[in-house]
């Protein structure tokens, strides 16, 4: 035995006392041994000592290997409460794809890496960062399917690894590295669900194995659990911002449409004065501009949480007539939120005016007014929005001046919308197709 390699005294005066010992030694070559100590007995005394030697430098490399990997994933995205408030989401982003490059390279040894991120709507793997791969590799469009997306798209699509140990005769290889023989291939999965993909390439052939694979898995578990706490706290920072313009959103909504109201009354009042319709046309204009800014900021915000909304509502014009405050303010927040874009007045005068002034897709009219009869109101409404639709809400008052068995004469075919609005009713109104012939109204002095 090398004296370096020697069992420490200790251990044989343990060992000469009657009592087994153990100890780990390391060799000049750096190799580790575990070395037990044993006493034999001869008429009840300690006769000789018998040493067993355990090459345990695999194993011991392997354990330390995984406590390393699993250390460097605590370190991922490891920040400090004063760090998260200097740091924006991007910020974040960018520490984590550093801390991942040096550990793949300090603790995995690998030189060509990609790792993409599954949008769960449309499948794409999204590239999160590369090393090694070519440009043509790292702009490739990729999707989670089985056929034609490469080893990365049959992982991503199967949430199975894939060793790759001869790319040249391998069927669903696409190259990344240039002139790659092999190639190793893991999913990175959170909750059961894939979220993104770990590649790794290499020159050589049969370059990975069981090992490699499991100690790869093991970090694309820690990278799961880092990107899914990067996720939240992006969602966090969104839900802060989103309630910070959905309140901005609510104070300015009500006072912005009353300013619409009165400039459209104007404009119907000054009808010989064009200089003054000019400029009140211009504050409707810059009225609505600030309403559409909020709404657009509001929109970025909030995107991936309103994504999947229906498209036939989103960007829908809608003026919502009612004297009660409540129900205004119920219709900026339930169909804002599918992407309308909504105005309000409190009595039927302004909002007939605001519809002559105005573009709508859709107006929701109370069936009571106290400036005007419900009938009238309508069928003025019918005249000044000939492309949209005028839907009739009505709460549990008693309808005094019929003015729902009027419209039906005239031929509404709509359904009569009960308040409190029900969002699958409301939206469902709005949306749905109008009939191939519908009958013209009645004149307005035909009712009141």
């Given at each position: 035995?090398?004296?370096?390699?020697?069992?420490?005294?200790?251990?044989?005066?343990?060992?000469?006392?009657?009592?087994?010992?153990?100890?780990?030694?390391?060799?000049?070559?750096?190799?580790?041994?575990?070395?037990?100590?044993?006493?034999?007995?001869?008429?009840?005394?300690?006769?000789?000592?018998?040493?067993?030697?355990?090459?345990?430098?695999?194993?011991?490399?392997?354990?330390?290997?995984?406590?390393?990997?699993?250390?460097?994933?605590?370190?991922?995205?490891?920040?400090?409460?004063?760090?998260?408030?200097?740091?924006?989401?991007?910020?974040?982003?960018e520490l984590l794809k550093q801390n991942v490059r040096r550990y793949v390279h300090d603790l995995l040894r690998y030189n060509v890496v990609e790792i993409r991120l599954l949008d769960p709507q449309t499948e794409r793997l999204v590239p999160l960062m590369e090393e090694g791969m070519t440009p043509e590799a790292a702009a490739r469009e990729l999707f989670a399917r089985t056929e034609?997306?490469?080893?990365?798209?049959?992982?991503?699509?199967?949430?199975?690894?894939?060793l790759c140990a001869d790319t040249t005769s391998d069927p669903h290889f696409?190259?990344?590295?240039?002139?790659?023989?092999?190639?190793?291939?893991?999913?990175?999965?959170?909750?059961?669900?894939?979220?993104?993909?770990?590649?790794?390439?290499s020159p050589q052939p049969n370059a990975f194995g069981p090992e490699d694979l499991q100690f790869t898995e093991l970090f694309a578990r820690e990278l799961a659990r880092s990107l899914h706490t990067l996720n939240l706290l992006n969602a966090q920072e969104q839900c802060a911002a989103a309630g910070v313009i959905e309140h901005v959103n609510r104070d300015i909504a009500l006072p912005a449409d009353d300013l619409?109201?009165?400039?459209?009354?104007?404009?119907?009042?000054?009808g010989d004065r064009p200089e003054c319709i000019a400029a009140l046309r211009r504050v409707l204009g810059d009225a609505r501009k600030i309403k559409l800014a909020v709404r657009h900021i509001g929109g970025e915000v909030t995107r991936p949480a309103t994504a999947g909304g229906d498209p036939k509502l989103d960007g829908m014009?809608?003026?919502?007539?009612?004297?009660?405050?409540?129900?205004?303010?119920?219709?900026?927040?339930?169909?804002?939120?599918?992407?309308?874009?909504?105005?309000?007045?409190?009595?039927?005068?302004?909002g007939i005016s605001m519809a002559k002034s105005g573009t709508y897709d859709a107006v929701l009219v109370s069936v009571k007014h106290k400036d005007m009869g419900g009938t009238a109101a309508y069928r003025s409404l019918v005249k000044a929005v000939p492309l949209g639709r005028v839907i009739l809400t009505q709460g549990f008052e008693y309808d005094g001046g019929h003015t729902v068995v009027n419209a039906r004469q005239d031929g509404y075919w709509l359904p009569v919308l009960?308040?409190?609005?029900q969002e699958p009713a409301l939206f469902k109104a709005l949306a749905a197709p109008a009939p191939s012939a519908p009958t013209k109204p009645e004149p307005i002095g035909a009712a009141s």
């Open positions: 035995t090398p004296p370096d390699a020697r069992p420490s005294d200790d251990a044989f005066h343990a060992a000469l006392s009657g009592s087994p010992a153990c100890l780990r030694v390391r060799q000049s070559n750096n190799s580790l041994l575990d070395v037990t100590v044993s006493p034999v007995r001869e008429d009840g005394r300690v006769a000789e000592l018998v040493a067993l030697c355990d090459d345990v430098t695999a194993t011991t490399v392997r354990q330390q290997k995984l406590n390393a990997l699993y250390k460097a994933g605590q370190d991922l995205d490891a920040l400090d409460p004063d760090q998260l408030d200097d740091m924006n989401v991007e910020c974040r982003v034609g997306n490469g080893v990365t798209g049959f992982v991503a699509a199967t949430g199975k690894p894939y696409i190259e990344g590295l240039a002139g790659a023989r092999s190639s190793m291939t893991v999913p990175i999965i959170y909750h059961d669900q894939v979220i993104g993909t770990f590649n790794v390439e619409l109201a009165v400039a459209s009354g104007l404009i119907d009042q000054l014009r809608i003026l919502v007539i009612d004297q009660d405050e409540r129900v205004r303010k119920s219709a900026h927040a339930i169909l804002e939120r599918k992407g309308c874009v909504v105005e309000t007045a409190a009595g039927a005068a302004e009960f308040k409190p609005f």
